[in-house]
Structure formats: C-alpha cells, structure tokens
T-cell receptor, first 117, second 113 residues
C-alpha cells in the first residue's frame, strides 16, 4: 500500500515571500502520478499541480513549482511571491498507474498554510 | 460550466435516519468518485464509478451505497446514519480512470447526532 506523509501540519509565510511545503511518499511502484491540491476555506479541492513520475523535469504552474526527487521519494511544493489568496490547506496526493486500482488517490494529512500581510 | 456540483451543502441527521447526497458534473466525464474527509486526515475514497453503469468499493465503503444514475449523476446513500459518518463528503469526477486529473465539488458537511 502507498502512504503519503506531510510532516508540516502548519506553516506561515509573509506575503510576497517564498515557502516550501514538504511531502514524502512510500511506494514500490515505478509508474505513478503525484499531485498537490489546495483546499481554501470554501472547502473545495483545487488542483494546483501534477507530476508524472516518468518525467525528470519538475512541473511548474505560474508561481507554483515542485521539486520531485524520485529516488528519495520526495515531492515538495514551492510557492513563490506568496499571496493572501494562497492561504489554504494543501494536500499532497499519490496515484499509481498499474493494477486494478489505478483510480485511487492516496492523500496526505495536509499542511495548513497561512499567508500573513 | 458549473463543474462538479453537490447538494445539500450542509445536513444534520439523527442516528438511524437515511439520506442521499447528490452529485452532478457537466464536463462529460466518465469516472466519478465519493470521498470523505475527517479532521486531521486526508480524503479517503468511499466508492467510485469508472463509467456509467459500473460502481466499485473504495477504501471505506461500509455503511454506504451508491448509484450511478446516468453519466452526469452519482449519488451516495446512507441507509442508517451513524455518528461515525459525521464528516465532509466530496464528490469528484475525471475524464477516465487512471491518470486523468480529478475535479472536486464544493463538499457536503454532514453531522449525525
């Protein structure tokens, strides 16, 4: 079974600064996807970024980028130029692509990020 | 497009009551999912439907039933609610099983007394 660990329950950052959220995972699979989701106070889950395990290049989406270290099974999220609207719970998630259960997202417990003015 | 919509947004039930949570998507997605989110935990999959006419159990299916009414709609039913089912429920959809990104609804907060 896969596990996803987010070791930082809460973090805070000043507006306009950069923050990095950590995520590690445990799997024996070689083919999988990793995701970061954002959950603001509205509770809706919003996809921030995704990374295919077979790609060596780190994914980027505007101010959001990841540092994917496959050998270390690490998948951190960097938020540059933090904005007040980035305040949310952030979830790291894993999806394997082999076998009959390739539908399933496994989530970490989340990191609550607060951006301070 | 509204994306994924869920009703109701909030519900209070007494132990033993039944109710159905509704979910609909307008993105022509084939796959749909129901998750629950408890405090301090990530989302856990209850049931999913890979395509119209099929449903399968997820990680925590006990106490729930689902119906894939058509391609757009996927409902979750609690036949006899228990306090342990107090949670926030999320519906999600994706174009297909597998690598496709899942899009989530706004959630339903359920309180069982």
């Amino acid at each position: 079974a896969q596990t996803v660990t987010q070791s930082q329950p809460e973090m805070s950052v000043q507006e306009a600064e950069t923050v990095t959220l950590s995520c590690t995972y445990d799997t024996s699979e070689s083919n999988y996807y990793l995701f970061w989701y954002k959950q603001p106070p509205s509770r809706q889950m919003i996809l921030v970024i995704r990374q295919e395990a077979y790609k060596q290049q780190n994914a980027t989406e505007n101010r959001f980028s990841v540092n994917f270290q496959k050998a270390a099974k690490s998948f951190s999220l960097k938020i540059s130029d933090s904005q007040l609207g980035d305040t949310a719970m952030y979830f790291c998630a894993f999806m394997k692509l082999s076998g009959g259960s390739n539908y399933k997202l496994t989530f970490g417990k989340g990191t609550l990020l607060t951006v301070n003015p | 497009n509204a994306g994924v919509t869920q009703t109701p947004k909030f519900q209070v039930l007494k132990t033993g009551q039944s109710m159905t949570l509704q979910c609909a998507q307008d993105m022509n997605h084939n796959s749909m999912y129901w998750y629950r989110q408890d405090p301090g935990m990530g989302l856990r999959l209850i049931y999913y439907s890979a395509s119209e006419g099929t449903t399968d159990k997820g990680e925590v299916p006990n106490g729930y039933n689902v119906s894939r009414l058509n391609k757009r709609e996927f409902s979750l039913r609690l036949e006899s609610a228990a306090p342990s089912q107090t949670s926030v429920y999320f519906c999600a959809s994706s174009r297909d099983r597998g690598i496709e990104t899942q899009y989530f609804g706004p959630g339903t907060r359920l309180l069982v007394l």
